[in-house]
Each structure stands twice: as C-alpha cells, then as structure tokens.
C-alpha cells in the first residue's frame, strides 16, 4: 500500500491573479485528497500554491490561441488597452497576426488577454466568485455573455 507524503507529492493549487482578489484552481495531486480532508473536517490541508508572473511580452502562440482566431486577438488587445483594463505597448505585424507582440507594463487580468473564448468563460467564472468586479471596470456582463459579444465590445 502507498502512503501519500506532502513533501514528495505536494497538492498543488494555482492562483489566478484578478482585479478585485484571486481566483483558485486545483493543479495536480489533490482532488481525492481534498475530498477527503472535506469528508474528515479537517481545519486545513498543506498545498503548494502557484502564481504566473505577469510576462513582459505576450505573442498569440502563447495564449493557447487556434490559428484562425490569431488575427483578432491583437485587435481584441488594442481594446483592452483603449479601455484601460492592460496597459503597454502593442507592436503589430498586421501582414502575419501570429507574429504580433504585446509588451506588457500591467492587466487587470491575465485572462483578459486569451481568445475571446476562453476571457468570457474567465468571465463568468470571475463574476460569479465576485458579483460586480467587472463591472466596476466597466465590462458589464452582456460583454462576457459569448466570444462575439467580447470581440464586439474590445473592437468597436
């Protein structure tokens, strides 16, 4: 029988910095343990906890993003800069889209820069862990309501 042991499997939890407080998502080794320690009414349970740093640049690759959406996403950029929600400097390669590159200084989220997918599903998800943070940036919930409807709002 296998003894689980902190130090050699860790639980691991990922933080997922937003603007108002941090989201969290199970990483690896730590579903059945977390059970467990639920069912057992445990005070606390050890995890290792990890956090991306915001990168000083970001290309479309980068952000898991399928070819055909590529050409969006530095428009959808743009956006989020001209609403103050990421601020930095965009060097646009408007003959190959793939090829852009983000220099970032600050976001209010890192989601925020995915596919227009992926930031609505963040979205919601973000909204309904904390009701009106978006909005107090000004992104109101009929924007993360599909990946049209973010796209529209980012490029008007």
Known sequence: ???WSLIEEPIRVRRIAGP????YTLGENGAHRLTTALLAALPGVWAIIEQEV?????????????NAEAGALPACWRGLM?????????????SQPTLSTLHLDDSAA???LGPAR??????ATYDHAYPGALADLGIAPEVY????????WLTA
């Open 1 to 3: 029988m296998k003894t």
């Open 20 to 23: 108002a407080s941090p989201l």
């Open 54 to 66: 915001l990168p000083l640049r970001v290309r479309p690759h980068q952000v898991r993003i399928r």
């Open 82 to 94: 001209s609403r103050g929600l990421v601020t930095g400097r965009l060097e646009e390669d408007v």
């Open 110 to 112: 890192l989601w925020l």
């Open 118 to 123: 992926s930031a609505v599903a963040w979205a």
């Open 145 to 152: 309501a599909d990946a049209r409807s973010w796209t529209t």
